[in-house]
């Protein structure tokens, strides 16, 4: 679904270790997203992108930091994993138009011990 | 900012019988509303989706109606089957200083019993 392929897929890490995520999408879109996902809460967005170098808060950004130095890649960092952080990670990407849908990739599941 | 409700979070019915799912939003200037479907360790996938010109959209089983005066719009889904069985999640989104930011409900649980 738009080309978007997230790594690593699952990853089981110590609290206090460095997490980077990545995201990757081939449509050129220029916005780009990171939610967590977890039970009774939906998708909570954490950071977003609307172009390269371009990055904003979301509603749940506390404890992570985001890159994007290229139009296909957002990176998603934890600079020091705690156990609250376990969650699924959802990318997201769209073209930037409000009456546009957004296409997600495959998550990535994160425990943190 | 926006802030989506969306009810009910566990809908249980049987093999052809009907759901509804209903969402409220706030934010008077939201213009697009896309519903996603989420079934067990997938992704959300796109359904459906209404622009605030349109009151109602049909595609087959699957049905969104939108009331602007009231801000809510609906999810409904006819002659249901076990693939139906899936989360739902409701969004609402309009541009904000040049940034198009959608908010979303906290999804519904679907459970369709053969």
């Known amino acids: 679904d738009a080309g978007i392929t997230q790594s690593p897929r699952h990853k089981v890490t110590e609290t206090g270790t460095p997490v980077t995520l990545r995201c990757h999408q081939t449509e050129n879109h220029r916005y780009m997203y990171w939610y967590r996902q977890d039970p009774g809460h939906g998708l909570r967005l954490i950071h977003y992108s609307y172009g390269v170098k371009d990055t904003d808060k979301g509603e749940v950004s506390d404890g992570y930091s985001v890159s994007r130095s290229k139009t296909e890649d957002f990176l998603l960092t934890l600079e020091s994993a705690t156990s609250s952080q376990t969650s699924v990670y959802f990318c997201?990407?769209?073209?930037?138009?409000?009456?546009?849908?957004?296409?997600f990739g495959d998550g990535t599941r994160l425990s943190i011990l | 900012g926006e802030n989506v409700e969306q009810h009910p979070s566990t809908l249980s019915v049987q093999e052809g019988d009907s759901a509804v799912i209903k969402c409220t939003y706030s934010d008077s200037a939201s213009n697009y509303f896309p519903w996603y479907k989420q079934e067990l360790g997938k992704r959300p996938q796109l359904i459906i989706d209404?622009?605030?010109?349109?009151g109602e959209k049909k595609d087959q089983r699957i049905a969104v109606t939108l009331n602007k005066t009231a801000k809510h719009f609906s999810l409904h889904i006819t002659e249901t089957q076990p693939e139906d069985s899936a989360v739902y999640f409701c969004a609402a989104s309009r541009e904000t200083g040049g940034s198009y930011i959608p908010t979303f409900g906290r999804g519904t649980s679907l459970i369709v019993h053969p």
């Open positions: 209404i622009r605030s010109n349109v």
């Open positions: 997201a990407t769209g073209t930037g138009t409000s009456n546009q849908p957004q296409h």
